[in-house]
């Protein structure tokens, strides 16, 4: 079975530049979730989908950062424009379906360093 | 808002030590927890978890982690660890009602030959 697929793996980019990272969970998966790990920290969330829902936003910064799952499938998360503390990595995850007892599957994340 | 702590940031050990990874967390009610791995160039793995039922659970490779609820800990335990451990660990908890995964900070974990 594949696991979470997440592009691109790594991106280096100008503070002020717009950057997108997408992301492909575990097929039959109806949870997504986007994570932000800084260095020397554990992941902390930044969006959770139910299917094409974000039912928990409250950790994305929105002035800058949007996200979408369009068909409840696949998503795409949007920084615009970046500022240099957002460098991290970016990591997706997808559970079945949400609840309680779930185990979240990760994604490899993508390496974002703005300069 | 819940919190998890582990107080472990850099671990050295040689090989066939045994190794406790400390982890506690500040939600009073229901739990889930977790132990998660990433190996130098990998992603996170799931080691581990506990949902409910007896407290000692067991993982892959060796791993175990006991949940102490009076202590409000949940930590990981291998008996002789192996260079291949090598990896960060990250503890996480979801507490009850809620789907809020909330890690640790992780510990870093070095096994020399």
């Known amino acids: 079975e594949a696991g979470v697929v997440q592009s691109p793996r790594y991106k280096i980019i100008e503070k002020k530049q717009p950057v997108a990272f997408w992301c492909n969970p575990i097929s039959g998966h109806n949870t997504l979730y986007w994570y932000r790990q800084n260095l020397g920290q554990g992941p902390e969330l930044l969006i959770r989908y139910e299917n094409e829902e974000a039912v928990d936003d409250s950790q994305l910064p929105k002035d800058r950062f949007s996200a979408e799952r369009l068909k409840g499938v696949d998503s795409t998360l949007k920084i615009q424009p970046a500022e240099l503390g957002d460098s991290a990595v970016y990591l997706c995850?997808?559970?079945?379906?949400?609840?309680?007892?779930?185990?979240?599957?990760f994604g490899p994340g993508t390496r974002l360093l703005v300069l | 808002a819940q919190s998890v702590s582990q107080h472990n940031h850099h671990v050295i050990l040689s090989e066939a030590a045994s190794l406790e990874l400390g982890c506690n967390y500040s939600y009073g009610g229901t739990v889930n927890l977790f132990w998660y791995v990433q190996y130098p160039g990998q992603h996170l793995q799931l080691l581990l978890k506990?949902?409910?039922?007896?407290?000692l659970v067991k993982g892959i490779k060796g791993f175990e982690a006991e949940f102490i609820k009076s202590k409000f800990s949940f930590n990981l335990r291998k008996p002789s660890v192996q260079w291949s451990d090598t990896a960060e660990y990250f503890c996480?908890?979801?507490?009850?009602?809620?789907?809020?995964?909330?890690f640790g900070t992780g510990t870093q974990l070095k096994v020399e030959l």
């Open positions: 995850a997808s559970s079945l379906g949400g609840t309680f007892q779930e185990t979240q599957y």
């Open positions: 996480a908890v979801k507490n009850g009602g809620g789907n809020k995964l909330t």
């Open positions: 506990y949902f409910s039922g007896d407290p």
